[in-house]
């Protein structure tokens, strides 16, 4: 790990091994809660603190520790390079294509990047005002086929969903989807050029899919009065992907009669992310439309759920209220995708000592406190703030089910902790909220102390370092930080939240139910009796979709 020079109170500091945040003894300033059960607690909100005396800076140092099959008939296919959309020549028809660009957004439209579902692995959702960009790879009435860019998280790429409809280019209205036949998506890498700033490079995996397989479901009404469609497409195998690496999809159809002038066109979306989608002309080879970025999922989840996901290539930001060897609390920012309970959050992070510069482990570790508020824009150091306390809890460590995940670049071994967050917090979808998770040692004195995972880049707002000694924000941080939030349930008997339904939620159940705890009303009547079990066991034998 690479030493670097910081200024500590004015003084110039060289570290002699690792660039560690520095260990800065404080005072604890009120008395650390009781690790009791789940529950709401409503002491005083850390990120809110007012201090008796003016704040003073105080050290700061480098917080971060940067150095340096199928069951259809006629089954999806996977293709070959040779069978790329991008490697079959066309030729214009007779007469040439119509100009046939049907979208709000202008030609040369700029869009910013405001971000996605906060992982790598892309949600950019459907605009039903914004309209539709051709994308089509036989018809001999629209030559293009349409290009949107994404950065991998380093997971398999296993499913896309998206969205999108077919328009009469002579009628010029909306038509069904029975000239669609299929639909294919493919896979490259990019690199710089073009006419929009980017292109595609080299092939990495292609597949096409009948329309059938697809499971065509109507969404909306789309700018033009077509009709909007949502399409499932799962991979008939995992497609590995490099953590970090940019990659370009195209999502093109094939119609049933290439001379029918009923159209595929892939809907834009609500968000922009890295580079502007890229309409290709199949014919020649140029690009020659930039356009707003295109509606589509990868790797979707079930519900409402929102995740910055662990890059164990990062740095970590301790995180540690009333301790002794560190003042920060870290916190971030994150918008649900749906209305309703916040029901779950997980997160990642490990040990570190700060007195040795080493990893260290987690049995430390007391509880978490976990606060929630609502965020936005204001004049503070990293450009927004807290806006108003929603409420806190704390959690006893050994309901964490710490898991251990991976080891990260400084040798620190990474949990997941998964915690099902008590009645009373409900969000509403669209809404910037914060949140902040702190651990509660043990000894406060202890130089173990919790540092948080880090996430890829920066969704939304920076997340940053809370001081509690100065009731500031001393630290934006140039990488988020790693959490999954589940705003509902999709599976009610999910009693654990770990999405898996099996012996463990019939304990959790009993074990609730057995306490009268409020969490056991699962027929929602406000009572715990009898009639919750009947109907849990009910759910937990039906089990779920």
Request: glycine share 12%.
């Amino acid at each position: 790990m690479k030493c670097v020079l910081t200024l500590v109170c004015g003084v110039s500091v060289a570290c002699a091994a690792a660039a560690m945040p520095i260990a800065v003894p404080i005072n604890p300033v009120s008395p650390q809660p009781d690790a009791t059960p789940i529950e709401r607690w409503d002491g005083e909100p850390m990120l809110f603190r007012v201090l008796d005396d003016p704040a003073i800076l105080g050290p700061r140092g480098p917080h971060d520790m940067r150095g340096g099959g199928w069951g259809f008939a006629d089954p999806p296919r996977v293709l070959t390079e040779e069978e790329s959309a991008l490697r079959v020549a066309r030729e214009i028809p007779e007469g040439g294509f119509p100009n046939t660009q049907m979208s709000s957004a202008p030609v040369g439209w700029n869009g910013g990047n405001e971000g996605g579902d906060g992982s790598r692995m892309i949600n950019q959702p459907p605009d039903c005002g914004g309209g539709v960009w051709f994308s089509n790879n036989n018809s001999n009435n629209n030559p293009y086929i349409v290009f949107d860019d994404f950065v991998a998280d380093g997971s398999q790429l296993t499913s896309v969903e998206f969205y999108g409809g077919m328009w009469d280019l002579n009628a010029w209205t909306g038509c069904g989807l029975t000239n669609l036949s299929s639909v294919g998506i493919e896979i490259w890498t990019i690199q710089g050029g073009g006419a929009c700033g980017w292109q595609y490079a080299s092939f990495v995996a292609a597949q096409s899919f009948p329309l059938a397989s697809l499971n065509p479901a109507f969404h909306c009404k789309g700018a033009f009065g077509e009709d909007v469609y949502k399409f499932v497409a799962n991979f008939s195998s995992g497609i590995s992907l490099n953590n970090g690496q940019n990659y370009m999809i195209t999502i093109y159809g094939t119609v049933s009669n290439a001379n029918h002038p009923c159209v595929f066109g892939w809907s834009t979306s609500t968000v922009n992310n890295f580079n502007r989608a890229v309409s290709w002309d199949r014919t020649d080879g140029s690009y020659d439309r930039c356009g707003p970025d295109n509606a589509f999922t990868l790797n979707p989840s079930t519900g409402g759920t929102y995740c910055q996901k662990n890059d164990c290539n990062t740095t970590c930001w301790f995180s540690n209220a009333w301790h002794n060897m560190n003042p920060y609390i870290a916190a971030d920012d994150w918008k649900p995708t749906a209305s309703g309970p916040w029901t779950l959050v997980t997160f990642e992070g490990g040990g570190w000592n700060v007195s040795t510069n080493t990893p260290c482990g987690i049995s430390g570790i007391n509880s978490f406190l976990i606060e929630l508020y609502t965020g936005g824009p204001s004049g503070s150091v990293c450009g927004w703030n807290v806006q108003s306390f929603i409420g806190s809890f704390t959690v006893p460590f050994s309901a964490t089910n710490p898991t251990p995940t991976c080891v990260d670049i400084f040798g620190i071994q990474h949990y997941r902790f998964t915690v099902s967050v008590p009645a009373g917090f409900n969000v509403t979808a669209g809404t910037t909220y914060v949140l902040g998770i702190y651990a509660l040692a043990n000894n406060p004195n202890d130089p173990c102390i919790f540092c948080w995972g880090g996430s890829s880049g920066v969704i939304g707002f920076p997340s940053y370092s809370y001081n509690m000694t100065t009731a500031m924000q001393e630290v934006c941080h140039n990488t988020d930080l790693n959490y999954c939030v589940t705003v509902g349930k999709t599976c009610p008997v999910d009693c654990n939240g770990d999405t898996v339904v099996n012996s463990l939620d019939f304990i959790c159940f009993l074990n609730l139910y057995v306490v009268q705890d409020p969490r056991a009303d699962f027929n929602g009547d406000t009572v715990v009796n009898s009639l919750d079990f009947i109907a849990f066991l009910n759910a937990y034998v039906a089990g779920c979709p």
